[in-house]
């Protein structure tokens, strides 16, 4: 199963200053230190896992190379630990010439079911 970086990788992507969860009541959002898994079935999505149950689908702004042969990525919020849209959060995957910085362009949080019918090797 791919892994994110260790908690101190994770820990100096992300801003130190704790934040108050936004007040959005439409928007499903998660805090980044939250993540615990993902998978990446292509160069353009992205799901991750948010605490044990909640799977988070990320749609890239454009191809992100490798991105679904990588083992490990981190990510980068934008102004706050919370994210919200797909603005808020920029992947990062490792490689041989140096790190991929991937911008995200969109955000969703799937239905249980959704989650459910996701194939295996989407699943994170």
């Known amino acids: 199963m791919k892994t994110l970086f260790a908690a101190i990788a994770i820990a100096a992507l992300v ?3 704790a934040q108050a969860k936004p007040a959005s009541s439409d928007r ?3 805090h980044a230190s939250n993540v615990s898994g993902f998978r ?3 160069d353009k ?3 991750v896992r948010v605490g ?3 799977i988070y689908q990320m749609q890239m702004l454009g191809a992100c190379p490798d991105i679904n042969w990588a083992e490990k990525i981190g990510i980068r919020t934008q102004g706050s630990e919370w ?3 797909g603005m808020d959060a920029n992947l990062i ?9 991937c911008a995200v362009r969109a955000l969703r949080k799937l239905t249980p079911e959704e989650a459910k019918a996701l194939p295996p090797k ?3």
């Open 15 to 17: 801003p130190l200053a």
């Open 28 to 30: 499903a959002c998660f």
């Open 40 to 42: 990446a079935p292509d």
């Open 45 to 47: 999505t992205v799901y």
């Open 52 to 54: 044990v149950r909640d």
């Open 83 to 85: 994210i919200c849209s």
């Open 93 to 101: 995957s490792p490689s041989p010439i140096g790190p991929h910085r």
């Open 122 to 124: 989407s699943r994170p």
